[in-house]
């Protein structure tokens, strides 16, 4: 079993930066390769970004490559994902998802998922 808890949404002007965070409970954490996503209202979820169990491998939706950044801390159980120059569509609730089995595009491959936490970009 898989616990994962999101914060560090908020309400942040056009240009702006957030660090998401997502703690995860679980002895499996440090094996599992980790994603987020993001769901705007009335959208699909949508693919952000992803990484691997170690860290060395990393996956990034076009519309955010090179301005967010996943990361993770195995010590500390949590994946983080740094967002820059931020745009108002990037609103939407975000959610941290441990990786199951399949591609790390798609949300089927998650097997455990977070709560959310809304982020909001004003222009």
């Known amino acids: 079993q898989v616990q994962l808890v999101e914060s560090g949404g908020g309400l942040v002007q056009a240009g702006g930066s957030l660090r998401l965070s997502c703690a995860a409970s679980?002895?499996?954490?440090?094996?599992?390769?980790m994603g987020w996503f993001r769901q705007a209202p009335g959208k699909e979820p949508e693919f952000v970004a992803a990484?691997?169990?170690?860290?060395?491998?990393?996956y990034y939706a076009d519309s955010v490559k090179g301005r967010f950044t996943i990361s993770r801390d195995n010590a500390k159980n949590t994946v983080y994902l740094q967002m820059n120059s931020l745009k108002p569509e990037d609103t939407a609730v975000y959610s941290c998802?441990?990786?199951?089995?399949?591609?790390?595009?798609?949300?089927?491959?998650?097997?455990?998922w977070g709560q959310g936490t809304q982020v909001t970009v004003s222009s």
């Open positions: 998802a441990a990786h199951y089995s399949g591609s790390y595009y798609y949300p089927s491959a998650y097997g455990y």
């Open positions: 679980g002895r499996t954490f440090s094996s599992s390769a």
């Open positions: 990484i691997r169990g170690s860290g060395g491998s990393t």
